[in-house]
């Protein structure tokens, strides 16, 4: 099986795989999959450290998933960027069995459904301190 994580991050220079804005998109969609089918959760929330191109491209499939995004806020998943020659992507709140699901779901076969209308996530408002 293709693996795109090193236990729980992704690594790489933005906008080439796999951080390409399309794979981010569908890894978002998958993290939002992953949390209402495997872990129950109706409406999950993403938790992004700063926004920036990696973090809102999977924040934006993780809305299309029908999952809210905060910055600077608490979550079940939270995503942290560190920048640098490499750029690392840190997903907080999986194990290393979530992030064999989340890859599962991702190179299989698994339909991803994408959200519509006003079943689509939203970005939860925030002041420039972090909090709503």
């Known amino acids: 099986m293709n693996r795109i994580f090193d236990g729980t991050t992704l690594r790489g220079t933005p906008g080439l795989y796999p951080l390409t804005a399309e794979n981010l998109f569908r890894v978002g969609l998958a993290l939002s999959l992953l949390l209402q089918t495997d872990r129950c959760i109706e409406k999950p929330v993403l938790s992004l450290d700063h926004p920036d191109f990696v973090t809102l491209s999977i ?50 076969r698994t339909p991803m459904p994408r959200r519509t209308g006003s079943a689509i996530g939203r970005v939860e408002p925030w002041t420039q301190s972090g909090r709503p």
């Open 59 to 108: 924040a934006v499939g993780f809305m299309n998933g029908g999952g809210t995004v905060r910055v600077d806020g608490s979550g079940d998943l939270e995503i942290v960027c560190r920048r640098g020659e490499e750029w690392v992507v840190s997903i907080g709140g999986l194990s290393e069995a979530d992030i064999r699901k989340l890859e599962i779901i991702l190179f299989g």
